[in-house]
């Protein structure tokens, strides 16, 4: 089973209105983090918002917030007020267990949307 | 403040060659990670190193595929005898050994391996 789902290949989105990006994980551990990060056409990893499994508030981080649904095992990213600049790949990530003491595991990531913003 | 150094960003090699990509983890990180991405694809874990140490390399190939992080230098991810399928981007990451962080991972910009 796929331990991270985005089931939107590709969206088309009009300038300025808000996007959602799916994104579903499966995980039995109780600790865990939740990532997202941005993919240009350069090629480049840029993170965008970090959500840890026990934060009871959704994470977010200037235009971009996180609906985080624990019971639903969901992690959506919310772009509010769209740009031509946020036309890019988005991977939704997740890290398991505790990381006591430092960054010992590393992310599986999803398959990744393809986000195409139009004037 | 450098992030996390990649070099080649482009590699060319005919089928049977070595590639050799090499990543400079941020200064003051100790892990470094390799990941592959196949077009179309996400990132697939390859291994994950700390100095001298192979930690996990659940997601490497089993051969020709082989990675170092020295205790001076770059880690190194080793491809020899490429094939076709080898093309793809590899991108390193590193992270911090502190307390409390993130878990986050600093990408490279990656580098990108074309085998003819």
Redesign the interface.
């Known amino acids: 089973a796929q331990k ?1 789902t985005q089931t939107q290949p590709g969206m088309f989105v009009q300038e300025k209105e808000a996007v959602t990006l799916d994104c579903t994980y499966d995980t039995s551990d109780q600790s865990y ?1 939740l ?1 997202w ?1 941005k993919q240009p056409s ?4 840029i ?1 965008l918002i ?1 959500q ?1 499994s026990y934060d009871e508030q959704n994470a977010t981080e200037g235009r971009y917030s996180l609906n985080f649904q624990k019971a639903r095992k969901s992690a959506n990213l919310v772009i509010s007020a769209s740009q031509l600049g946020d036309s890019a790949m988005y ?1 939704c ?1 997740m ?1 398991e267990g505790l ?14 949307t393809h986000l195409i913003i139009q004037p | 403040n450098a992030g996390v150094m990649q070099n080649p960003r482009h590699l060319v090699r005919r089928r049977g060659q070595e590639a050799r990509l090499r990543c400079s983890p941020m200064k003051g990180h100790s892990h470094v990670y390799w990941y592959r991405q196949l077009p179309e694809e996400g990132l697939k874990f390859m291994v994950y190193l700390q100095k001298e140490n192979i930690i996990d390399e659940s997601g490497m190939p089993k051969e020709r595929f082989s990675a170092e992080f020295p205790k001076e230098g770059p880690s190194i991810l080793r491809i020899q005898q490429v094939v076709r399928g080898d093309s793809a981007a590899y991108f390193c990451a590193s992270s911090p050994w502190t307390s409390g962080n993130t878990g986050e991972l600093f990408f490279g910009e990656g580098s990108r391996l074309t085998v003819l």
């Open positions: 991270i983090g990532f990060y350069s090629g480049e990893m993170f970090y840890g991977f990530a890290r990381v006591s003491g430092g960054g010992a595991d590393g992310l599986t990531f999803g398959k990744g």
